[in-house]
């Protein structure tokens, strides 16, 4: 049959969302990196490995039923269809009508968004807590939590109705996780030695700077395919412009985040630039669709000095969150998902298609109060919701290693090896014969 205009514009959407289903998938490389690189080195093949676990759960957990929850028809609070995806019924997803990518892409993209907002969650549980919190908690986030948010913003659920505009979730996938890994934080307590009896703050510096640099890469680069490939497709050329307001947001959060770590402490500081690049890319999130180009950079250079500043005061309020993931993801997600309420444009907003303009667009306070209201409703669900199962699982086979395996570290108590084995284990005694003297490596 001969290829029609609409069946190679169909051809090139759908390829342009696989290929951005592949780089949000492999923005779990980015999360490796950066969490191992930021936590102490004898726990660092945990943090990496466990980053592959969490995304197999989360795999089968989502296609059994959490995007049928998410995006599956049923009511304005969740969906009620389209349970244990067999790759064609696009029937049951009346919210992918207008889309013209076969269902199974739109899955596999829509997967590694769910998986995205788990990794973030695990920040919070960072360096302390058990192995089997990540087998049970990866599948009641992705059937009970992740899915109910989703669908009231983007399945046409109420908030949808209302038009809160969120287009690749700053709301949805930053500020879910983060506010789990604020809720894991409180109910594991502190590390070890992160705060003296006066109430006096630790640094425990992550082992590897160069990995959270990489990794911070990686998902720079992921992003593209986060942000730009939610037009899903490519013929109207509209995801380049994304592409640019991601771009130049990002851009934007690295330099303010460095520029102010070294006017107030004196040094440049490599992680606080990190966390500003991080915060800037999730405040864009909402808003890359909706924004001109000189309001994204406005949006990233707030979310640099915003990192920057509640990093500090979570830290001196007692709250040892190992990768900032709070601040990064949760204070930059409701900046983000507040800016579209300032910034949106009238002709992006139609262009869109969801909501209107904001404040300084002529636009009043109507977008802006829709969009505070989306981040109260779901914030509260989310932090209610999690607490219940994080505290019942407290309560009953506990969240937390013991003392000893936390200082021994979880690479040799959850999987009996270390992660660095030539530079943590102790070092063979060698023969009497020998001339040099046998050397033993401390813990990190």
Not at 122 to 128: H, I, L, Q, T, V
Not at 244 to 265: D, Q, R
């Amino acid at each position: 049959m001969e290829p029609t205009v609409a069946s190679l514009s169909s051809a090139i959407d759908a390829t342009w969302v696989m290929v951005s289903a592949i780089l949000v998938i492999l923005m779990q490389v980015g999360f490796a990196l950066l969490e191992a690189g930021s936590t102490r080195m004898k726990n660092a093949g945990h943090v990496a490995g466990k980053t592959v676990l969490t995304f197999g759960i989360c795999s089968i957990a989502f296609w059994a039923f959490g995007f049928g929850l998410t995006f599956g028809d049923g009511n304005s609070f969740i969906g009620l269809s389209g349970f244990f995806f067999d790759g064609m019924q696009k029937d049951a997803f009346s919210a992918f009508s207008a889309a013209t990518v076969p269902i199974s892409i739109l899955f596999l993209f829509q997967l590694a968004f769910a998986a995205v907002s788990l990794a973030i969650a695990w920040g919070g549980f960072a360096e302390r807590a058990k192995l089997s919190i990540y087998f049970i908690f990866s599948v009641l986030f992705t059937v009970l939590i992740y899915p109910v948010v989703g669908h009231w913003v983007w399945g046409g659920g109420w908030l949808a109705q209302l038009g809160m505009q969120d287009f690749a979730g700053s709301t949805v996938v930053h500020l879910q996780g983060a506010i789990v890994a604020l809720v894991a934080t409180i109910l594991l307590k502190p590390r070890i030695g992160k705060y003296n009896r006066d109430g006096s703050s630790n640094l425990i510096p992550g082992h590897n700077q160069v990995y959270s640099v990489l990794g911070v890469l990686f998902l720079w680069i992921g992003w593209f395919g986060f942000n730009a490939g939610s037009t899903l497709g490519s013929t109207s050329g509209f995801f380049g412009y994304i592409a640019v307001t991601t771009n130049l947001a990002t851009a934007a959060g690295a330099v303010a985040a460095l520029a102010i770590s070294w006017i107030v402490t004196g040094k440049a500081d490599i992680p606080s630039m990190l966390n500003g690049v991080l915060a800037a890319l999730v405040a864009i999130t909402a808003a890359c669709a909706f924004v001109d180009p000189w309001a994204a950079v406005v949006i990233g250079v707030v979310s640099g000095i915003l990192t920057f500043y509640t990093s500090i005061w979570f830290d001196r309020m007692g709250i040892d969150d190992p990768v900032f993931a709070f601040s990064v993801h949760g204070v930059a997600g409701i900046w983000g998902t507040l800016s579209t309420g300032l910034f949106a444009t009238p002709e992006l907003a139609e262009k869109v298609g969801v909501g209107g303009p904001g404040l300084f667009y002529g636009g009043g306070l109507h977008q802006l109060g829709v969009q505070a209201l989306g981040l109260a409703g779901s914030a509260l669900y989310v932090f209610v919701v999690a607490f219940i199962i994080l505290y019942v699982l407290k309560v009953s086979i506990g969240l937390r290693v013991t003392e000893e395996e936390e200082v021994v570290g979880l690479d040799l108590s959850e999987h009996g090896g270390y992660g660095y084995p030539e530079l943590l284990q102790p070092e063979r005694v060698r023969p009497a014969a020998s001339t040099q003297s046998s050397t033993s490596h401390s813990l990190t």
